[in-house]
């Protein structure tokens, strides 16, 4: 089993920065794959950005996505925030023969005043 931990959400004014984190423990060897998505209320999940350099078109040149395997942690650098960023912030992971994520943390709130 692995655990996910998100971090770092919070109320931002439009372009601003917020940095979140995501802690993994447990079983990571068997991790071949890890993401952020989004669900903002009344809207389906998305895919915000995967490990390595794939990103939703929504967010390409404002998010970057990062991870320190030292940390074991998975970072989500959002810059030049708009007010539908807004939304829970999910940290995922897949095992090596998952198509979607079968792990996932609680989520951290994001909200972008205008």
């Known amino acids: 089993q692995v655990q996910l931990v998100e971090s770092g959400g919070g109320l931002v004014q439009a372009g601003g920065s917020l940095r979140l984190s995501c802690a993994a423990s447990?079983?990571?060897?068997?991790?071949?794959?890890m993401g952020w998505y989004r669900q903002a209320p009344g809207k389906e999940r998305e895919v915000v950005a995967y490990?390595?350099?794939n990103y939703a078109d929504s967010v390409k040149g404002r998010f970057t996505i990062a991870g320190d395997l030292a940390k074991n942690t998975l970072y989500l650098q959002m810059n030049s925030l708009k007010p539908e960023d807004t939304a829970m912030y999910y940290c995922?992971?897949?095992?090596?023969?998952?198509?979607?994520?079968?792990?996932w943390g609680q989520g951290t709130q994001v909200t972008v005043s205008s």
């Open positions: 995922a992971a897949r095992d090596e023969g998952y198509s979607d994520p079968n792990y």
């Open positions: 447990g079983s990571i060897r068997s991790i071949n794959a």
């Open positions: 490990i390595t350099n």
